[in-house]
């Protein structure tokens, strides 16, 4: 029997020794059977009322289990601490949705393809040897294929991949798609809308011929003397007036706790609850293209080992993170999450014309974050805290961009990115679940607008603006697009507690602005990802709510999540609630994003209002030590730390 450490804290981290109890518990229960295998595990966290009140810990993990061989699927929660299964539900698909697409069902794909007489005749139609294509399984969504009702379905594109270091996504085997049976390991249909050269252009972004002669670039060394200013300890960040709990789970990924500044609480959990990559092109072999890569692959299984020099600059502290893999196994990721400070320019500076004084600044954030690959792309998350109470997220979207052949005559749907080779429109958007505790758990979210004053009595001359603020009172006020032309953000704050000024005390979330669901209101999609149509929700707090297009996204018909809990119209004003924000980005790519794509960057931020007297960040004390910066010529231009050599911040 595995032998469990102490755990002091409810949030503490998932330790190998607990993915193997929960483990033994299943099989002594006689639910972790021969075929039957792990499609999802994470730590199952108390309701915030007992973490907050100190409740004894009890270390609770929820593990999803599938039988290949029947297609069944349970819904599980087994307690590490008193090795029990406290509950066991098993899924009704056509209802609840499918369990995620585990990477044991990956492995399938390519063997059941090739013992299709339809795919195989395909294949030889276009002179393409088998064994030279790689398959790409999809989930399949919903769609008006009774067939599909209640069985795991993927849809499989194929891609040539020419040598064994040919990266295949630059020969798509285009106008061919096949419907993939999972459980069954067959193929119900192959559909081929006739046959389309496939692009003979190399996509091998690694292979230094195509790179070319490496650029002249001297080395930039990131280096901190005296040891970084923050500490970690058994997940307890502290750095500054900063103080938060890391977790990580596979699903979403890094998520934050308890994040509080100067002993004051302002998020008692952050994460990133769900994304949906939705496609463009409604050719009839790719129409059905969108992934909820949160929901229906459990994304951060994928996470990278992050490298120092590479991924990560200057003084590091790595975090491992621990998971299960498909039978149940520990399995740990090592470097996951890295964590480390940066130099971000000037923080505030004056220079006085009456006292001559001369004051400046610099600010630095401390980075928390992982990277984690899904198929063509990769994506990184990044949480930043900064010296001012500033909160900000930024997810960094790069890799290989989905390809698709390019006909002659164009597609209105997608860009041409190499010659006959073409990229497809599409959207990456993120769901933001922020469960706020601004000053406490009581709080209430103000719409605020910047308002034109009309010109006339009491504004002759036509310059004044003003502040418009709405208090959002019910789940059906809460659900808000975003406006650029009005500014348009929205204040968290704390109806009980009021600052110096007599102000209510908040933070405010800033959107980006960007385009939310561009999807038809009446289309599959829009069912399905019915969070990704507002950039705000706010909802009463339910520790059962965690993920807003709902437990179970794989093969869901829609209207989990947000919009079935928002139809209860729940009170949000002084309540304990938790805000969604929707943010992403629309791309439309571009040949500079072949064959490797440039990072992309989306993300919000949250900036205290009223949440202070005045400038939290008065007592950083200046860059050099003996309370001066130091001055250096170079070409003529006096530089400080950090400077470029325009003599600007960096």
């Not at 730590?43 to 009322?49: I, L, Q």
């Not at 597609?411 to 990229?423: D, F, H, I, K």
């Not at 050099?624 to 001055?631: D, E, L, V």
Request: charged share 25%; with cysteine; proline share 7%.
């Amino acid at each position: 029997m595995t032998t469990l450490e102490t755990r002091t804290h409810a949030l503490e981290m998932t330790s190998e020794a607990e993915v193997s109890a929960v483990r033994e518990v299943l099989v002594d229960a006689g639910l972790l059977t021969e075929h039957v295998r792990y499609a999802f595990f994470a730590p199952e966290e108390p309701a915030k009322a007992d973490v907050l009140a100190g409740t004894p810990v009890d270390r609770r993990f929820r593990a999803v289990l599938l039988d290949l061989a029947s297609g069944r699927s349970w819904d599980t929660v087994v307690s590490a601490t008193s090795r029990t299964v406290v509950s066991s539900r098993e899924l009704d698909p056509p209802r609840d949705g499918q369990p995620p697409i585990i990477d044991t069902e990956f492995e399938l794909i390519e063997d059941i393809l090739n013992a299709s007489p339809n795919w195989l005749a395909a294949l030889g139609k276009r002179g393409i040897e088998p064994a030279s294509v790689r398959a790409v399984p999809l989930s399949a969504g919903v769609y008006d294929y009774p067939g599909e009702v209640g069985r795991r379905i993927v849809r499989a594109f194929g891609f040539r991949q020419d040598h064994e270091k040919d990266h295949p996504w630059a020969h798509p085997i285009d106008g061919l798609v096949a419907y993939v049976d999972l459980t069954a390991r067959s193929v119900d249909r192959v559909i081929d809308s006739g046959v389309v050269p496939v692009p003979s252009t190399a996509g091998n972004f690694d292979d230094p011929e195509v790179q070319g002669p490496p650029l002249d670039l001297k080395p930039i060394e990131i280096t901190q003397p005296e040891g970084r200013s923050f500490t970690v300890e058994d997940g307890r960040v502290r750095w500054g007036k900063w103080d938060l709990r890391i977790g990580f789970n596979e699903r979403e990924g890094l998520t934050l706790h308890q994040v509080g500044f100067d002993g004051r609480p302002i998020v008692y959990r952050a994460s990133v609850a769900e994304m949906v990559v939705p496609y463009a092109d409604p050719a009839p072999v790719r129409f059905w293209q969108n992934y909820f890569d949160c929901g229906e692959y459990m994304f951060a299984r994928y996470a990278d080992s992050l490298q120092l020099g590479c991924d990560c600059l200057g003084d590091i502290h790595y975090t491992d993170a621990v998971i299960a893999d498909d039978l149940g196994n520990p399995r740990t990721i090592q470097n996951a999450i890295c964590m480390h400070e940066e130099d971000y320019g000037v923080l505030w500076k004056h220079s006085d014309m009456f006292t001559g004084s001369r004051e400046v600044r610099r600010q630095r954030r401390l980075v928390i974050s992982f990277f984690t690959p899904i198929g063509n792309y990769d994506y990184g998350f990044y949480w930043y805290l900064y010296l001012d109470g500033t909160i900000q997220l930024e997810v960094k979207a790069t890799g290989i961009v989905f390809t698709a052949a390019y006909p002659e005559g164009g597609n209105e749907y997608a860009t041409e990115v190499a010659p006959g080779l073409g990229a497809p429109y599409h959207q990456h958007l993120f769901s933001a679940r922020l469960d706020m505790t601004v000053d406490g758990t009581r709080n209430a979210v103000d719409e605020v607008e910047a308002e034109r004053v009309p010109m006339g009595e009491g504004n002759p001359y036509g310059n004044a603006f003003r502040q418009r603020r709405t208090r959002l009172t019910r789940e059906s006020d809460a659900q808000r697009a975003s406006a650029q032309g009005s500014v348009r953000t929205w204040h968290i704050v704390n109806p009980d507690k009021r600052n110096a000024l007599g102000q209510n005390v908040g933070y405010a979330l800033h959107p980006e602005g960007k385009a939310t669901l561009l999807a038809d209101d009446a289309s599959s999609i829009h069912a399905r990802a019915t969070f990704a149509t507002n950039a705000l929700w706010v909802t009463r707090y339910d520790p059962a709510e965690r993920y807003p297009a709902g437990d179970f996204v794989n093969q869901n018909a829609g209207g989990a999540g947000l919009p079935a809990w928002v139809r209860a119209d729940r009170p949000v004003d002084g309540e304990d609630i938790v805000v969604w924000h929707t943010f992403g980005t629309t791309h439309f790519p571009r040949p500079e994003d072949w064959p490797v794509m440039p990072v992309d960057y989306t993300g919000f931020t949250l900036k205290p209002v009223g949440f202070f007297d005045r400038n939290p960040a008065l007592d950083v004390p200046p860059a050099a030590s003996g309370g001066h910066c130091r001055a250096g010529k170079d070409d003529g231009v006096v530089h400080g730390p950090g400077q470029d050599r325009s003599g600007h911040g960096g």
